[in-house]
Protein backbone atom coordinates (compact mmCIF):
# COMPACT_ATOMS: atom_id res chain seq x y z
CA UNK A 1 0.00 0.00 0.00
CA UNK A 2 1.45 3.67 -1.10
CA UNK A 3 2.32 5.81 2.11
CA UNK A 4 3.09 9.45 1.64
CA UNK A 5 5.36 11.09 3.96
CA UNK A 6 6.23 14.70 4.20
CA UNK A 7 8.89 16.35 6.32
CA UNK A 8 8.99 18.70 8.24
CA UNK A 9 4.49 18.84 9.19
CA UNK A 10 5.81 22.78 10.00
CA UNK A 11 8.39 25.35 8.56
CA UNK A 12 9.03 28.54 9.66
CA UNK A 13 11.33 30.99 8.11
CA UNK A 14 12.13 34.58 7.49
CA UNK A 15 10.77 36.40 4.20
CA UNK A 16 13.60 36.18 1.64
CA UNK A 17 15.15 32.52 2.25
CA UNK A 18 15.24 29.88 -0.20
CA UNK A 19 13.42 26.53 1.17
CA UNK A 20 13.20 23.00 0.59
CA UNK A 21 10.18 21.11 1.43
CA UNK A 22 10.37 17.05 1.08
CA UNK A 23 8.33 13.92 0.32
CA UNK A 24 9.07 10.57 0.62
CA UNK A 25 6.40 7.56 -0.88
CA UNK A 26 6.65 4.31 -0.37
CA UNK A 27 6.01 2.44 -4.00
CA UNK A 28 8.31 3.60 -6.66
CA UNK A 29 5.80 2.59 -9.49
CA UNK A 30 4.18 5.74 -10.10
CA UNK A 31 1.84 7.72 -13.03
CA UNK A 32 3.08 10.80 -11.75
CA UNK A 33 3.20 13.68 -8.60
CA UNK A 34 1.76 16.28 -7.87
CA UNK A 35 2.43 19.43 -5.35
CA UNK A 36 -0.46 21.80 -4.25
CA UNK A 37 -0.78 24.33 -1.76
CA UNK A 38 -3.92 24.70 0.42
CA UNK A 39 -4.87 27.91 1.79
CA UNK A 40 -6.69 27.78 5.30
CA UNK A 41 -10.11 26.97 4.60
CA UNK A 42 -9.95 26.33 0.64
CA UNK A 43 -9.83 23.57 -1.46
CA UNK A 44 -6.26 22.59 -3.02
CA UNK A 45 -4.89 24.11 -5.67
CA UNK A 46 -2.29 22.58 -7.92
CA UNK A 47 1.16 23.88 -8.04
CA UNK A 48 3.34 21.60 -10.37
CA UNK A 49 2.68 18.04 -11.75
CA UNK A 50 5.98 15.86 -12.71
CA UNK A 51 5.31 12.84 -15.03
CA UNK A 52 7.15 9.65 -13.84
CA UNK A 53 9.02 10.17 -16.96
CA UNK A 54 10.31 13.56 -16.15
CA UNK A 55 12.81 14.82 -13.03
CA UNK A 56 11.78 17.88 -12.77
CA UNK A 57 9.31 21.05 -13.18
CA UNK A 58 9.51 24.66 -12.78
CA UNK A 59 6.72 27.38 -12.39
CA UNK A 60 7.96 30.88 -11.55
CA UNK A 61 9.88 30.98 -8.07
CA UNK A 62 8.90 26.81 -7.45
CA UNK A 63 11.09 24.15 -8.18
CA UNK A 64 10.12 20.38 -8.13
CA UNK A 65 12.20 17.39 -8.51
CA UNK A 66 11.59 13.84 -8.97
CA UNK A 67 13.61 11.10 -7.66
CA UNK A 68 11.59 7.49 -8.60
CA UNK A 69 14.22 5.17 -7.51
CA UNK A 70 14.78 6.25 -4.07
CA UNK A 71 11.16 7.36 -4.02
CA UNK A 72 11.56 11.03 -3.29
CA UNK A 73 10.46 14.40 -4.22
CA UNK A 74 11.45 17.67 -3.09
CA UNK A 75 9.64 21.26 -3.54
CA UNK A 76 11.89 24.29 -3.94
CA UNK A 77 10.63 27.85 -3.42
CA UNK A 78 13.27 30.71 -3.93
CA UNK A 79 12.65 34.13 -2.22
CA UNK A 80 10.01 33.04 -0.02
CA UNK A 81 7.16 35.82 0.32
CA UNK A 82 4.67 36.20 2.97
CA UNK A 83 2.02 34.97 0.41
CA UNK A 84 3.43 31.88 0.24
CA UNK A 85 2.28 30.71 4.13
CA UNK A 86 0.01 28.12 3.37
CA UNK A 87 0.06 24.35 3.82
CA UNK A 88 2.19 22.47 0.64
CA UNK A 89 0.72 19.07 -0.03
CA UNK A 90 2.53 16.17 -2.13
CA UNK A 91 0.46 13.41 -3.72
CA UNK A 92 1.22 10.61 -6.29
CA UNK A 93 -0.79 8.61 -8.41
CA UNK A 94 -0.43 4.68 -9.18
CA UNK A 95 -0.85 2.67 -12.20
CA UNK A 96 -3.75 0.70 -13.46
CA UNK A 97 -7.04 0.61 -11.79
CA UNK A 98 -5.90 3.08 -9.00
CA UNK A 99 -4.53 5.23 -11.75
CA UNK A 100 -6.06 9.22 -11.38
CA UNK A 101 -6.33 8.47 -7.41
CA UNK A 102 -3.81 10.40 -5.62
CA UNK A 103 -2.46 9.24 -2.24
CA UNK A 104 -1.63 12.50 -0.18
CA UNK A 105 0.95 13.10 2.33
CA UNK A 106 -0.02 14.68 5.64
CA UNK A 107 1.64 18.19 4.31
CA UNK A 108 3.83 20.73 5.41
CA UNK A 109 2.61 24.18 6.75
CA UNK A 110 4.76 26.58 5.81
CA UNK A 111 4.69 30.02 7.13
CA UNK A 112 7.08 33.15 5.79
CA UNK A 113 7.55 35.90 8.47
CA UNK A 114 7.85 39.54 6.92
CA UNK B 1 -13.25 29.19 -17.37
CA UNK B 2 -15.32 27.95 -14.49
CA UNK B 3 -13.40 26.07 -11.81
CA UNK B 4 -15.48 22.99 -9.76
CA UNK B 5 -18.38 24.37 -7.59
CA UNK B 6 -19.22 22.77 -4.66
CA UNK B 7 -22.60 23.23 -2.09
CA UNK B 8 -22.96 24.11 0.43
CA UNK B 9 -19.44 25.39 1.77
CA UNK B 10 -20.62 24.73 5.59
CA UNK B 11 -23.13 23.04 7.04
CA UNK B 12 -23.65 22.46 11.29
CA UNK B 13 -26.06 19.05 11.76
CA UNK B 14 -27.13 17.17 15.06
CA UNK B 15 -25.93 13.69 14.83
CA UNK B 16 -28.42 10.85 13.19
CA UNK B 17 -29.15 13.46 11.26
CA UNK B 18 -28.96 13.25 7.13
CA UNK B 19 -26.66 15.77 4.75
CA UNK B 20 -26.08 16.10 1.04
CA UNK B 21 -23.37 17.31 -0.88
CA UNK B 22 -23.26 18.84 -4.55
CA UNK B 23 -20.68 19.14 -6.68
CA UNK B 24 -20.41 20.13 -10.65
CA UNK B 25 -16.81 19.49 -11.72
CA UNK B 26 -14.80 21.30 -14.46
CA UNK B 27 -16.76 21.45 -17.72
CA UNK B 28 -15.70 18.50 -20.06
CA UNK B 29 -13.89 16.28 -16.94
CA UNK B 30 -15.18 13.11 -17.18
CA UNK B 31 -13.43 12.30 -13.70
CA UNK B 32 -14.75 13.19 -10.69
CA UNK B 33 -13.46 12.18 -7.44
CA UNK B 34 -14.77 12.48 -3.43
CA UNK B 35 -12.45 12.92 -0.99
CA UNK B 36 -12.88 13.59 2.20
CA UNK B 37 -9.94 15.92 4.56
CA UNK B 38 -9.83 15.74 8.03
CA UNK B 39 -8.10 18.25 10.35
CA UNK B 40 -4.08 18.33 10.11
CA UNK B 41 -4.48 15.28 7.59
CA UNK B 42 -4.28 14.85 3.68
CA UNK B 43 -7.45 14.21 1.53
CA UNK B 44 -8.27 10.29 1.52
CA UNK B 45 -10.41 9.26 -1.27
CA UNK B 46 -14.29 8.33 -0.94
CA UNK B 47 -15.03 7.45 -4.57
CA UNK B 48 -14.15 7.78 -8.19
CA UNK B 49 -16.57 8.31 -11.32
CA UNK B 50 -15.32 7.95 -14.39
CA UNK B 51 -18.46 9.12 -15.96
CA UNK B 52 -21.67 7.94 -14.46
CA UNK B 53 -19.97 4.83 -13.20
CA UNK B 54 -17.76 4.76 -9.84
CA UNK B 55 -15.14 2.96 -10.45
CA UNK B 56 -13.39 2.97 -7.13
CA UNK B 57 -15.81 2.88 -4.13
CA UNK B 58 -13.35 0.98 -1.83
CA UNK B 59 -13.10 3.77 0.81
CA UNK B 60 -16.64 4.82 1.12
CA UNK B 61 -18.07 3.71 4.34
CA UNK B 62 -21.54 2.26 2.53
CA UNK B 63 -23.66 1.28 4.98
CA UNK B 64 -24.43 5.27 5.58
CA UNK B 65 -22.52 6.63 2.47
CA UNK B 66 -23.84 6.93 -0.55
CA UNK B 67 -23.05 8.97 -3.85
CA UNK B 68 -24.19 9.53 -7.51
CA UNK B 69 -23.23 11.02 -10.86
CA UNK B 70 -26.31 10.47 -12.72
CA UNK B 71 -25.76 12.10 -16.04
CA UNK B 72 -22.06 11.92 -15.75
CA UNK B 73 -22.12 15.88 -15.11
CA UNK B 74 -22.40 17.13 -11.47
CA UNK B 75 -22.59 14.66 -8.34
CA UNK B 76 -23.99 14.15 -4.96
CA UNK B 77 -22.42 12.82 -1.56
CA UNK B 78 -25.05 11.89 0.95
CA UNK B 79 -24.48 10.89 4.38
CA UNK B 80 -27.72 9.47 6.53
CA UNK B 81 -27.53 9.23 9.21
CA UNK B 82 -24.63 11.16 10.40
CA UNK B 83 -22.29 10.66 13.15
CA UNK B 84 -19.79 12.63 14.86
CA UNK B 85 -16.85 11.46 13.50
CA UNK B 86 -17.94 12.30 10.20
CA UNK B 87 -16.66 15.98 11.13
CA UNK B 88 -14.78 16.57 8.29
CA UNK B 89 -14.17 18.78 4.31
CA UNK B 90 -15.38 16.81 1.61
CA UNK B 91 -13.56 17.87 -1.53
CA UNK B 92 -14.82 17.35 -4.74
CA UNK B 93 -12.12 17.24 -7.47
CA UNK B 94 -12.19 16.33 -11.46
CA UNK B 95 -9.49 15.42 -13.48
CA UNK B 96 -8.12 16.87 -16.43
CA UNK B 97 -6.49 15.42 -19.39
CA UNK B 98 -2.87 16.83 -18.99
CA UNK B 99 -3.07 14.74 -15.60
CA UNK B 100 -4.05 17.86 -13.04
CA UNK B 101 -6.53 17.18 -10.49
CA UNK B 102 -8.68 20.39 -9.92
CA UNK B 103 -10.39 20.62 -6.62
CA UNK B 104 -13.19 22.88 -5.31
CA UNK B 105 -13.60 24.76 -2.54
CA UNK B 106 -14.79 21.93 -0.28
CA UNK B 107 -18.07 21.74 1.84
CA UNK B 108 -16.74 21.82 5.62
CA UNK B 109 -19.21 19.85 7.68
CA UNK B 110 -19.59 19.99 11.40
CA UNK B 111 -21.85 17.41 13.04
CA UNK B 112 -22.93 17.94 16.90
Known amino acids: KQEVTQIPAALSVPEGENLVLNCSFT??????LQWFRQDPGKGLTSLLL?????REQTSGRLNASLDKSSGRSTLYIAASQPGDSATYLC?????????????FGKGTKLSVKP | EAGVVQSPRYKIIEKKQPVAFWCNPI?????LYWYRQNLGQGPELLIR????????DSQLPKDRFSAERLKGVDSTLKIQPAELGDSAVYLC??????????FGEGSRLTVL
Open chain 1, 91 to 103: AVTGYGGSQGNLI
Open chain 2, 93 to 102: ASWGQTGELF
Open chain 2, 49 to 56: YENEEAVD
Open chain 1, 50 to 54: IQSSQ
Open chain 2, 27 to 31: SGHNT
Open chain 1, 27 to 32: DSAIYN
